[in-house]
């Protein structure tokens, strides 16, 4: 198979966002290294938008590399598997970053693991087939996808299979894979494409294929020559482009990387499904040719564990469901200046409370942080600078919004599209009054009575 170019080309930016100190430098040349596996896991039923899935195991059940745990328990669900053999030891409760309590399937590994090398050749290694991929029905590709528990892992973690499903009413002309990485810090992107380029230009044409997508372009901002260096080597002959966009947060949001990359404005409100596109991350891309071309369900990401926190900084293969602790404990644990850990990056991630947290298939990677980047000001009152309106890659009015969640004005919430907010973090960043706007917005969107 090989997808052909021909849409409008974007301008490589989009307007209004920020320029935040990058810091990749503390992770970006540390070469991805595969964790050995842990003794215990503990597997999140709910990890992804939508409804969780039912644990299909019970404790004491034995399990293999791969066995489901819990299957998908509707449309919008993902299916969560075993990434160890072993055992089943509990079925219980965790809270995530994000404040939810979900239930969780634990796995204690017994016997001999597939670990190290032979891991990570199963995954990513070898050589990965462009061609003689139109064999495969796009049906039959979604029910691998969806079989294997895909979900977004650029950090939204929405159902992969949902948006790979063809639409008779919204056609789709482009698969648009995105390499951006644009949080500060974070690289495990970067070291993927380019340790991993080949499985990612397979799964971008094998995502075109189940969407009735002809065109495959990956967006790779331009301040990482060497993955679009690998990735153009690997999609020689494909027919997909690889297109370097400007360095600028969020060019990783996916209105603004398609307005970038293939030139379409998404409405306000809506997706970029309503102008031809779905948006994949290239981790997502790497996992659909595991699941499709090996039969590997999601059942490992990469991690970028990152920040002057940390005292080995590293990108790594890693379990889902290992804890935020053994991750770090392998990288050498927190420096003693260490004041916050974080899921995700500095801009959209979360503060992790507890370190017994499990790894998600969202967690994009653990930010430590110390005091020096931990803004401490105090909030003063508004001085009505407009700083965060230009700032605003959407171009909504922050300070409205924020303070229609902190009265809870729900009508003057929607009046300002509260909903089309993606939680950048870019007005609270440059805000001089430290007014938290990103988080209060976040709050309303959370409380924002159903209509
Ligand atoms: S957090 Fe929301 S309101 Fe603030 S800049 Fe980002 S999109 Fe705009
Ligand atoms: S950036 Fe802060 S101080 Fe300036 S208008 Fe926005 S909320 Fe007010």
């Not at 899935?53 to 293999?64: E, G, L, S, Y």
């Not at 590399?65 to 598997?81: D, E, I, N």
């Not at 995530?96 to 634990?106: D, E, S, W």
């Amino acid at each position: 198979m090989s997808a052909q170019a021909f849409g409008a080309r974007g301008t490589g930016s989009f307007p209004r966002g920020i320029h935040p100190a990058q810091a990749k430098h503390h992770s970006a040349a540390a070469a991805l290294e595969v964790l050995p596996p842990p003794a215990r896991v503990e597997i999140p039923l709910l990890q992804h938008l939508g409804a969780p899935a039912t644990a299909a195991v019970k404790p004491r059940d034995p399990v293999a590399w791969g066995t489901v745990l819990g299957v998908a328990s509707g449309f919008v669900s993902a299916s969560v598997h075993s990434p160890l053999g072993g055992k089943v030891v509990r079925l219980g409760v965790t809270t995530l970053p994000n404040g939810r309590h979900v239930p969780t399937v634990a796995v204690a590994a017994e016997g001999e693991q597939v670990a190290g090398q032979a891991l990570w050749e199963a995954l990513y290694g070898g050589p990965w087939p462009t061609a003689g991929l139109d064999e495969l029905t796009p049906e039959a590709i979604g029910a691998v996808v969806r079989e294997a528990g895909l979900v977004g892992q650029g950090g939204a973690a929405f159902p992969t299979h949902v948006k790979l499903t063809p639409n008779p009413a919204k056609p789709v002309d482009t698969v648009l894979v995105n390499g951006c990485e644009c949080e500060p810090f974070l690289t495990a992107d970067d070291r993927l494409m380019r340790e991993a380029p080949a499985p990612i230009v397979a799964g971008a044409l094998l995502a075109a294929r189940a969407a009735g997508a002809r065109q495959v372009v990956i967006g790779v901002e331009d301040n990482k020559p060497e993955a679009v260096a690998a990735l153009r080597a690997a999609a020689e002959g494909t027919g997909v482009v690889v297109q370097s966009v400007r360095t600028k947060y969020p060019q990783g949001g996916e209105r603004q990387l398609v307005l970038s990359v293939v030139g379409r404005i998404v409405p306000t409100g809506g997706l970029p499904l309503d102008v031809g596109v779905v948006v994949v991350n290239v981790g997502t891309a790497a996992a659909i040719a595991a699941a499709v071309l090996r039969g590997r369900p999601l059942t490992h990401r990469v991690v970028a564990v990152t920040g002057p926190g940390v005292v080995r900084p590293a990108n790594l293969l890693v379990p889902i469901g290992v804890s935020y602790r053994e991750v770090l404990d392998f990288c050498g644990g927190l420096r003693p200046e260490a004041v916050r850990v974080l899921s995700g990056g500095p801009m959209m991630g979360l503060a992790v409370g507890d370190l017994a947290t499990p790894v998600t298939k969202g967690t994009s990677g653990i930010t430590v942080l110390t005091a020096r980047e931990v803004r401490k000001a105090a909030e003063t009152a508004c001085v009505r600078c407009g700083r965060c309106g230009e700032a605003c890659p959407l171009g909504l009015v922050p300070t409205r919004l924020a303070l229609a969640s902190r009265h809870r004005d729900w009508a003057l919430a929607r009046r300002y599209h509260i909903q089309a907010c993606i939680e950048c973090g870019c007005c609270a960043y440059v805000c001089p009054a430290a007014i938290p706007l990103t988080q209060l917005i976040r709050m309303g969107k959370a409380m924002l009575p159903k209509e």
